[in-house]
């Protein structure tokens, strides 16, 4: 069936410093990508998403490249702050019907000054 | 406030008792989803709805109950709370009033103990 698979963490970083955490997909149809963000004591909110092959995702200097040759959707920041500390999420869905989300298990992201 | 909202945001049962989750979306979604997070497991779909009326299970759907007559509220009942049960529970809505139906936007969570 249709899963995600990502980095486990945590991933502790100091400020400024460069970020990749790594997601990769198996899916039978043509999936979106979706990078989901949960900072402490709250829900999940969208970081990024792309739909199609070669598609780029970014926001909040987040970007994620939708590569279907490798079946994965890295996540990077070129400068991470401490702001940034949360926990990341990366999930598909399938085209039509629901549009049912399926996650990896998450990565902590932990950053320090 | 426009949104999504869960309610009680903590709770803590005991095992055997029946607890109901409420979830509350402004946005008139017509998804609309329930989740489970564990740790190591990120989130698990319990049950999922298209419209009112219309609902379905998802892979972790054993020992819950859902309903949905109206588009905004859709409950989670867990008919007698086991321990396996303790978790964080998220409600989430998508649909075209946000201009497209597949992202999904996510409530608090309502953190659920079992004892």
């Known amino acids: 069936g249709d899963s995600v698979t990502q980095m486990e963490g945590p991933v502790t970083l100091s400020e400024e410093a460069f970020l990749t955490i790594n997601c990769t997909y198996t899916?039978?149809?043509?999936?979106?990508l979706f990078w989901y963000v949960q900072y402490p004591g709250e829900g999940l909110q969208l970081l990024l998403k792309?739909?199609?092959?070669?598609d780029k995702g970014s926001n909040k200097g987040f970007e994620a490249t939708y590569r279907k040759e490798t079946t994965s959707f890295h996540l990077e920041k070129g400068s991470v702050q401490v702001s940034d500390s949360a926990v990341y999420f990366c999930a598909l869905s399938i085209s039509g019907g629901y549009n049912k989300l399926i996650f990896g298990a998450g990565t902590r992201l932990a950053v320090h000054p | 406030d426009a949104g999504i909202t869960q309610s009680p945001r903590y709770k803590i049962t005991e095992t055997g008792r029946q607890v109901t989750l409420m979830c509350h979306q402004t946005?008139?979604?017509?998804?609309m989803f329930w989740y489970r997070q564990d740790l190591g497991h990120g989130l698990r779909l319990i049950y999922y709805?298209?419209?009112?009326?219309?609902?379905d299970k998802g892979e972790v759907s054993d020992g819950y109950v859902v309903s949905r007559s109206k588009t905004e509220n859709f409950p989670l009942t867990l008919e007698s709370a086991t321990r396996s049960q303790t978790s964080v529970y998220f409600c989430?809505?998508?649909?075209?009033?946000?201009?497209?139906?597949?992202?999904?936007?996510f409530g608090p969570g309502t953190r659920l103990t079992v004892l």
């Open positions: 899916a039978t149809g043509y999936p979106s």
């Open positions: 989430a809505s998508s649909g075209w009033a946000s201009g497209t139906t597949d992202t999904q936007y």
């Open positions: 792309a739909t199609k092959a070669d």
């Open positions: 946005w008139s979604h017509s998804y």
């Open positions: 709805s298209a419209a009112a009326d219309i609902t």
